[in-house]
């Protein structure tokens, strides 16, 4: 079920009001049935594939618990859950890529690797319940003892097909409480559905009209145009799955269960490094508790530089199972590295403030420019890597990669190539409308302050977001880009 | 603000007037008919009618002045099989019905299911919904509530809605597009030069919309050969003949999916022969090399212009001729 079809729009208040109707004792059984009932309205035979990742880790985590720390016998069961959970996903989504680079021929009958079909979510569900076993494994928590209460932990219908990746001890106790119907908080839900339907429909969406059709052939676009597409694919992607992680938070906080926050602004940090903690919060920290900081540990010199970029480049095959994902995986981890060597040498960026303060320009002002000349740099740093996976091919790339050089000197000379741009001019004031609104929420959240200016000020806010979607928006998608990771 | 139900009433009901605004505002013809009011306006001229044609936008291949018949268009873009069904049904319930039925086919017609909102064209089945509706036809098409809903509740929706208005605020203020005349665009041929890559890229379009509709509908093809085959059914109980034309795609495109999507060709013919079987006239020029490579009677790949769809149907009529299902006449001699 998608979350923008109108069966979910009815699935969504059936649950919702059955799950406060129904004796809490039963509720995990209510969340159980209708997340199986979301998942199978897709294909019902993939929801054998869940069951078994479902069982697996639940019963390895059980004997783990008996069996001593350290023991060959916990380890065992370690790499028995670790192998039922990569196995599927190894197979199921890197099939294609290996498809396209090494066995192309490969055949069973008539299928080849390249047939195929991504489970949708498996990329989520597997990752939610490695962490769970790992986290067993390690000792971190007791494993859960109700098969029930864990099935809803890993099939949860509004996080199953797209996150946020939830780890046991922030989502189990929240399963197991009593949750009590509040007006205020359905209400906040709603308007997180609704600001996650804006920037899917509206944005995401319009943008997914135009801009790849520019990306695929940038050499008959102006340098302006082929920027701003580049620029647009970034910010598609992020209203894109930011979008559905609002809709699947909200959807959540009606029934009363937190989920995580998965995006904060993105686009507004100053470093690549902060990119990442603002960026796919709940994929990032997973890689890093797990991939990353047990690399990084080791007393070895290199083991942090090693981390960095394995981490970075399985966070990019994460994404996409493909080459250029790969490539922009690797160079994002050696950019980070080279980022945090110039962030060492603190003596450099004190020499630039001084220099700013002997032509007049206060500290803060000085730091607003630096910040700001980060953001820029970040952002050109986005572009450069965004180009090598959202064009369609390395041509494409190296063509989007030319235009974007031209840029400056078009935008000196105003010649031809800076002046016409063909992206929307309505798209472009919607966006920076989002932008507004996320800026304002980042310091307090939006539904407050509606809330405190009164219902004059805030229902025709909310009912005019509605008539923004239901004009402005696409409603001929049928996809996240979520379903394709 | 407080929350309470008196609060939360008076809340839903400002939002149902927006929404029963916005639904009256998709409804009125703000720039021009909207689309159940077109296929409305054509539906009117069908009786009385000798033939109708129906089908999705290939349907321009049958030009009823070239064949010298006394016909009604009734195609629309992106008209499924399934819509086509419905529609002939309606047809035929009228009741001076046209006796003859052009059904125009690709390969790519039987993966199309307006029902999913992955192939970009559910604004077509609410359209035909609201036609229906209008015409006090509430059955489902191929069992979709989704957009039969949707046809009452909110008929349009996205650029169906804004765009009317949007362009009436642009004409107000003086920047309305001027619309390139429709002869001039069907008259115009695809540069030699060009084929290749029209075909390619038609071809790998095709291939991407198949996929993501077998994705969601993995039963499409069966289910539109199906509809096809109780639609030739349903014409023959009715005293009426179905003529399949599968019209001609330019060269590139032919070998390019002959290549690359052997399943969706042998699917394609594997229908064809069943229509015939159920007793259907088949005009098979899908890969008709008289036509395929004279890219001068091509609007695109896969569409015929208005020069190609005139000589395809004079080679149509003479084949209707031969088979005695039309007359010989001054008209087309």
Known sequence: MIFHSIDYLL??????A??????HKWRWLLLLAASNIFYASWRIEFLALLWFTTIVDFVAAKAMMRAPRGSKERRALLALSMLCNLGPLAFFKYSALLAETTFYDVRIGDYSLADVILPLGISFYTFQTLGYSIDVYRGKREAETHLGIFGVYVMYFPQLLAGPIERPYKLLPQLRERQVFELRRSAIGCSLILVGYFKKLVIADRLALMVPEILATPEHHTSLTVTLAAAGALYRYYADLSGYADIAIGSSLIMGITLSQNFRRPYAATSIAEFWQRWHITVTRWFTDYVYIPIARKAKVWSRFIATVLTTILISLWHGASTAWFTAGLVAGLLMIGEAAIRRRRKSLASATLILGRIGISEKGAKFLGRNANRALLWFFLLFLGSIVNAPGWEETLGIWGKIGELPADALSFSAGFGVFTISKTLLVLIFALEIYQWLDE?????????AAGPIIAWPFWWGVVAVILVFGVFTSATFLYFAF | MGWNRLSVAAFLTIGAVLLGLLNLAGRLPINGPTEPQQLEAKFEKINGA????????????????????????????????????????LILAQADHPDLFFVVLGPSSLYHDNGLPVQGSVHRRRAVYAFLQGEGRWELIEADWRQALLAQAMPAMGDELGFPWRAILSGTIGQSHAHEPDLALDTVGIAPEDANSTGHLQARQWEEEIDATVFYHPEVFEETTQALLRTAKMIDQAGGQLIVVAPPNIAPLVSELRRSRHDLIVNYSAALTALREEGAIVLDHWGDAEYSTRYELFRDASHLNAIGADKLSRSVRNRLVHSEIVEENECSK
């Open chain 1, 11 to 16: 699935f969504l208040p059936v649950v919702a």
């Open chain 1, 18 to 23: 059955l799950f406060f109707a129904v004796p």
């Open chain 1, 443 to 451: 310091r307090r959240p939006v539904f407050d302050r509606l809330e």
């Open chain 2, 50 to 89: 000798d033939a109708v044609s129906l089908g999705g936008s290939i349907g321009n291949a049958v030009d009823f002045n070239a064949m010298c018949v006394d016909g009604a268009p009734f195609y629309n873009d992106g008209q499924d099989l399934f819509e086509t069904e419905a529609l002939i049904e």
